[in-house]
């Protein structure tokens, strides 16, 4: 039997709903035997996240999924196996907190223009940790609020790319985020290529420019890929000499294709992120 590996999911310290030590013991339910808790832009769920793991027997991997800007659009990129105390690191994701609450407040202003008003507030309520607060907060408040029938909804109505209450915003560079995962001995894998609606020329610029920089692998495995992109991306990671890694990108329980453990294996033939580690 093959190790059953996840290395990509979220806590309520960034997005998710379970705070770390609980979705340590989600994942060692699951039968998860290496995890990664990989919040967005944050990594203050790391202690807790590692001490729970010690305490159940399950592997930890410390990881982070940093928002960055690449040719216009926003994409993710994890920083696996990182040293969270690194300074450079804590500062980059510093910067980006700040940017996410200067962006809500502008999020708030434009859920206004459409009636909806105390969306600030109302959003801060579900937030858990202070210091990071995002869409899926405002999703959250406006589900709570009847504006949409489902969070998806939230963001197909209001908060999604060009939507009513969409504010673009600049993300870090690809350069700074590897840059940063590198200072803290970690590995830099490109979240979930699958979800970003670039043009062939664009991926190859992004893969060319990521190899170039340093970059180790992919998200080969994702509960935001369908098989056909999981094949896609296994022969895109063989073309660059990229390692894979695999990752439910879990949030919140009741979302069975995104559940701890629960995304297909590896395809064979392709060299793990992990082999360093495990
Ligand atoms: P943020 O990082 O604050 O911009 O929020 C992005 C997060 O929203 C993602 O990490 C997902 O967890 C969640 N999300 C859910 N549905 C969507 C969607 N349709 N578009 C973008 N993000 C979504
Ligand atoms: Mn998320
Ligand atoms: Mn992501
Ligand atoms: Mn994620």
């Not at 309520?125 to 990071?132: A, G, I, Q, S, Y």
């Not at 979930?192 to 991926?203: D, E, N």
Request: net charge negative; glycine share 10%.
């Amino acid at each position: 039997m093959s190790l059953n590996i996840d290395l990509h999911s979220h806590s309520s310290c960034s997005d998710g709903v379970l705070p770390p030590a609980q979705v340590a013991a989600r994942a060692h339910a699951q039968g998860v035997d290496w995890w990664s808790l990989s919040d967005h832009d944050e990594t203050s769920g790391l202690a807790e996240a590692a001490a729970a793991a010690r305490a159940l027997g399950l592997g930890f991997i410390p990881g982070v999924e940093i928002s960055v800007t690449f040719c216009e659009r926003t994409i993710h990129v994890l920083g696996l196996h990182i040293d969270p105390d690194q300074p450079d690191l804590n500062a980059g994701l510093a910067g980006i907190r700040r940017s996410r609450f200067e962006r809500a407040g502008e999020i708030a202003e434009r859920l206004r223009d459409c009636g909806i008003d105390g969306a600030y507030e109302g959003a801060l309520r579900h937030v858990d940790n202070p210091d990071l607060i995002s869409r899926v907060h405002f999703a959250r408040h406006l589900l709570e609020q009847g504006h949409c029938k489902s969070l998806q909804q939230a963001f197909d109505r209001y908060l999604g790319e060009g939507k009513r209450a969409f504010v673009p915003t600049r993300w870090p560079s690809l350069e700074s985020a590897v840059a940063w995962i590198r200072a803290a001995s970690g590995k830099a894998v490109i979240a979930h290529p699958g979800r970003y609606r670039y043009t062939p020329l664009q991926f190859d610029a992004l893969f060319d420019a990521f190899k170039a920089l340093g970059g180790s692998g992919l998200e080969v495995v994702s509960s935001g890929h369908t098989p056909a992109q999981c094949d896609h991306y296994a022969r895109v990671a063989q073309a660059y000499g990229f390692e894979a890694s695999r990752g439910s990108d879990f949030h919140a329980p009741g979302t069975p294709r995104a559940e701890l453990g629960r995304v297909p294996p590896l395809p064979d033939g392709l060299v793990p992120v992990w082999r360093d580690w495990i």
